[in-house]
């Protein structure tokens, strides 16, 4: 089992930024690939980007693509989401998530969640 908490969500004005972290206890979280997904009121969860355990290896979605970053701190057992230029569409809940191998973008493949933390990015 894994367990995975998510902070630094807040209200942001448009064109802000703001880091997400997530902590992980349980097994060993370095083994495990890291997942950050979103949800906005009345969508499906997207998925956002994911990184491989050794951090090594990162797969982003075109929408946040040159704006944000993931990175992994293992010592502290924390998956971060650096988020830069922020826009209104990038309002919404996001859900840290990890799977045990192989980097993948479908919420359905991740069978650990945080409980979300809300940013929203005012215009």
């Known amino acids: 089992q894994v367990q995975l908490a998510e902070s630094g969500g807040r209200l942001v004005q448009t064109g802000g930024s703001l880091r997400l972290s997530c902590i992980a206890s349980?097994?060993?979280?370095?083994?495990?690939?890291g997942g950050w997904f979103r949800q906005a009121p009345g969508k499906e969860r997207e998925f956002v980007v994911a990184i491989s355990p050794v951090g090594s290896h990162t797969f982003y979605a075109d929408s946040v693509k040159g704006r944000f970053t993931i990175s992994r701190d293992h010592a502290k057992n924390t998956v971060y989401l650096q988020m830069n230029s922020l826009k209104p569409e990038d309002t919404a809940v996001y859900y840290c998530?990890?799977?045990?191998?192989?980097?993948?973008?479908?919420?359905?493949?991740?069978?650990?969640w945080g409980q979300g933390t809300q940013v929203t990015v005012s215009s």
């Open positions: 998530a990890a799977r045990s191998s192989a980097l993948r973008t479908q919420a359905t493949d991740y069978p650990y």
């Open positions: 349980g097994r060993a979280f370095s083994n495990w690939d």
